[in-house]
């Protein structure tokens, strides 16, 4: 069992985020089986933040994700990008107040 997490720790992707290093977990879905992209921090293992945002009324492809770039979560969206998390589809979902990127998942 030892080998097998310390297998998956070599294998997770991990960016600083607000200072923190942080674990990327991209295993979890949400209700109507779209991905959601979680960050812990690493040294604790404590949630940092969820950097998906699920909004069932905007279409999605398979491996596409809303991005939670706002409020909290501001500058994640970058984040993601420059680690080779998500790639920039250039499509944006419109909620009341925002426009939230939308992105593919790389796996």
Known sequence: MK???SKIKE???QVTFLGELCN???NHVYNNNRQV???EIAET???MCVATVNIPDVHLEKDEVIIKDYSENEGIFEILLNAGII???GKR???T???CPIAKLVE
């Open 3 to 5: 080998a097998l997490i």
């Open 11 to 13: 294998n997770m992707k």
């Open 24 to 26: 990327v977990h991209t």
């Open 37 to 39: 992209i979680e960050l």
């Open 45 to 47: 293992g404590e949630p």
């Open 87 to 89: 790639k920039d589809t």
């Open 93 to 95: 979902a419109q909620t």
């Open 97 to 99: 107040f925002v426009q």
